[in-house]
C-alpha cells in the first residue's frame, strides 16, 4: 500500500476531506509543543478550517518532547494524517468521517535538536506558542499550581541554556533568544485540562524566567500575552487495529491517524500579543474570560471522566461506554452531575445545565471510541485536584453532603491496589507512583479506618489543605470499607439507594 503524502493525497477516495490550498504557500505561524492525538484532533483541526477559508499564515510546527515516534510518523507523509470522527448511525452501527489535515508543516523532536525547537520560536513568523504538555509537563506542585524549582527537569534546564528538555525552559530560552533578536511579542497558549492554564502556564514561565534574567522575566511579563482556554474533545489512543481500518478506508497507509467524537468545544480568552487564526471557523468560540467555561468543564467531563475510569478500571468495565452501560454507573455520574457538581458551578449566560449533562451523558456512550478507562485513570495525582478536589473544596466549606464526589476519590485510592476485581493486575502510570503505591501498601492496604485514610489524605502535593479534613476522613471510610468488601457494582447501588453517606 503506497504511503499517504503530498504526492499521493489525489488519490484519496471522494469521501475524504484534504487539504484543497496549496500547501507549499503555507507558512509557519504557529509552534505546538507536544504534538499528541489530543492537539492533533482538536486545534489542528480548527487551525485546519482557518487555512482552509484562506489564510496561509498558521501552518504548525509539531515538537514532541520526548518520543520520535510521531515525527516517525508523520515526516514520511509530509506532515499529512487524518482525523477520523467516529460515531453511530440511527441504528447504532458505528461509523466514521475522515479528513486528512494539513496544517502540520514540520515535526522537531527536542532532544534530538534543542536548538531547532528555540529558532522556531524565535523565527519571525511565529506568533504563537501552544502547549498541550499534559498536567505533569508544567513540573508544577499540583495542590498549589506554583512552578518546583527543585523538579529535575527544571533543575536541569536552568543549568543547560543550549539544551532545555521542559516546556517551561524551551519556552524561556525560545523567548529569550527571540528578544535577543528583536522579533516581536508572542502569545503563549495552554491547552491542557488545568484551571486558568494560562495563568498557570504565565506563572511558570515568569518563576523559571526571574532564575536566567530579570529583565527578560519583566519584559514577557508585560508583552506576551498567556490566554486561558477550555478545550474539550474526547480523543481516545490509537491502536494498531484503528491504523489498519483507516488505512483500508484511504487506499493509503497513515501511519498514525487520529480518533475523536464528532463533538467540538474550544472557548479560548480573547487576549492575543498579535495576530491568531480565525479558530471560530472551525467551532471555536473567543471570549473574553474562559476560566468559568473552563471550570464547568473540568469538573462536569473531567471530574466525571475520572470518577468513571477509577470505578470502571476496577468493576473491569474496560471502555467509556461499556462502563456507562451498566446501569448503576449511569445513576450515579447522572446524579453526581445533577446533584453534586452543577451546584458548585458559576452561571454562563445561555448555558443550559440538564442539556450539558444529558449531552455529557450521550458522549459518554458513544460505540464507535472505546475509550480505556485505564487511559483516563493516569496520573491521577496530577488530575484530581482540578477535577474532583476543587469541588470537594466548595461543598465542604458550604457544608454540603459529599458521598458522591467522595466516592470517586475512594476509587482513586482503591485503584492504587494494582489489581482489579477480576484479579488482572495493571501498573499505575502515575509520577508518583512508587510513593503511591507504597503509601497505599502501608494504609489502605492494611486496614480502611480513621489513621489509614488520615494517612492518605496527608499526601500534601495532590491533598493540600484537604489534610486532616474530618468531614471528608468520614465520608471515606464508609465507600472505602464498600469498595474493598463488596466491590463497585454493590457500592455503586448502595450509594444510588442513599446508603453509605457518612
Ligand atoms: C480524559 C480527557 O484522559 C483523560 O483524562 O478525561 O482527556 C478527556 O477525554 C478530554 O479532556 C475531553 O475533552
Known amino acids: 500500500m503506497n504511503r499517504l503524502n503530498d504526492a499521493t493525497v489525489t488519490t484519496l477516495p471522494a469521501a475524504v476531506a484534504r487539504p484543497a490550498y496549496d500547501r507549499r504557500a503555507l507558512k509557519t505561524g504557529i509552534v505546538h509543543l507536544g504534538i499528541g492525538a489530543f492537539m492533533r484532533a482538536h486545534m489542528a483541526a ?54 486528512v489535515i494539513g496544517a502540520v508543516r514540520k515535526l522537531l523532536v527536542a532532544p534530538e535538536n534543542p536548538q531547532a525547537v528555540l529558532d522556531a520560536i524565535a523565527a519571525a513568523d511565529t506568533r504563537i506558542v501552544s502547549l498541550t504538555v499534559t498536567e505533569k509537563g508544567y513540573c508544577h506542585d499540583p495542590a498549589t499550581g506554583t512552578l518546583r524549582l527543585d523538579h529535575p527537569d527544571i533543575v536541569f534546564d536552568l543549568a543547560h541554556p543550549h539544551a532545555p528538555r521542559s516546556a517551561i525552559g524551551i519556552l524561556v530560552y525560545g523567548l529569550q533568544q527571540r528578544y535577543a533578536l528583536g522579533k516581536p511579542p508572542i502569545t503563549l497558549m495552554s491547552l491542557d485540562n488545568l484551571p486558568a492554564n494560562g495563568r498557570v502556564l504565565r506563572s511558570a514561565v515568569l518563576r523559571f524566567a526571574e532564575q536566567v534574567n530579570l529583565d527578560l522575566a519583566k519584559r514577557i511579563a508585560s508583552e506576551c500575552r498567556f490566554p486561558c482556554s477550555m478545550v474539550d474533545r474526547i480523543v481516545p489512543k490509537t491502536t494498531d487495529g484503528d491504523r489498519a481500518a483507516v488505512s483500508q478506508a484511504l487506499g493509503l497507509a497513515d501511519a498514525w491517524p487520529v480518533l475523536g467524537e464528532p463533538f467540538f468545544d474550544w472557548a479560548i480568552g ?116 482540578q477535577r474532583l478536589l476543587g469541588t470537594l473544596r466548595d461543598r465542604l466549606a458550604r457544608g454540603l453532603s459529599v458521598t458522591r464526589m467522595a466516592l470517586g476519590l475512594a476509587a482513586w485510592m482503591h485503584y492504587l491496589r494494582g489489581v482489579d476485581e477480576l484479579g488482572q493486575a495493571y501498573r499505575i502510570d502515575d509520577p508518583h507512583a512508587t510513593t503511591l503505591t507504597a503509601l497505599y501498601q502501608q494504609s489502605l492496604g492494611q486496614d480502611v479506618n480513621k489513621q489509614s485514610v488520615e494517612a492518605m489524605l496527608a499526601y500534601a502535593p495532590v491533598f493540600g489543605d484537604l489534610a486532616g479534613n474530618g468531614t471528608l476522613t468520614a465520608a471515606l471510610i464508609p465507600l472505602l470499607q464498600s469498595l474493598q468488601t463488596v466491590g463497585v457494582a454493590a457500592t455503586l447501588e448502595a450509594v444510588n439507594r442513599g446508603e453509605l453517606a457518612a
Open 270 to 385: 480573547d487576549q492575543f500579543a498579535a495576530d491568531r487564526p480565525d479558530w471560530a471557523l472551525g467551532g471555536a468560540r473567543f471570549v473574553p474570560d474562559a476560566e468559568p467555561f473552563e471550570r464547568l468543564k473540568l469538573r462536569m467531563v473531567n471530574g466525571t471522566h475520572s470518577s468513571l475510569a477509577y470505578l470502571g478500571a476496577m468493576a473491569g468495565w474496560q471502555t467509556v461506554d461499556k462502563a456507562i452501560a451498566q446501569p448503576a454507573l449511569r445513576a450515579h455520574i447522572e446524579a453526581l452531575m445533577r446533584d453534586e457538581i452543577e451546584p458548585t458551578l458559576p452561571a454562563l449566560p445561555g448555558l443550559d445545565l440538564a442539556a450539558y449533562r444529558n449531552n455529557l451523558l450521550a458522549r459518554y456512550a458513544n460505540p464507535a471510541l472505546a475509550h480505556r478507562t485505564h487511559q483516563i485513570a493516569m496520573d491521577g495525582s496530577q488530575k484530581l485536584p
Open 46 to 99: 480548527a487551525t485546519e478550517a482557518a487555512i482552509a477559508a484562506g489564510d496561509l499564515r498558521w501552518g504548525i510546527t509539531g515538537v514532541s518532547l520526548r518520543q520520535p515516534d510521531t515525527r516517525d510518523a508523520l515526516a514520511a507523509q509530509d506532515g499529512l494524517y487524518t482525523l477520523a470522527i467516529r460515531d453511530a448511525d440511527d441504528q447504532g452501527q458505528p461509523r466514521q468521517r475522515l479528513h
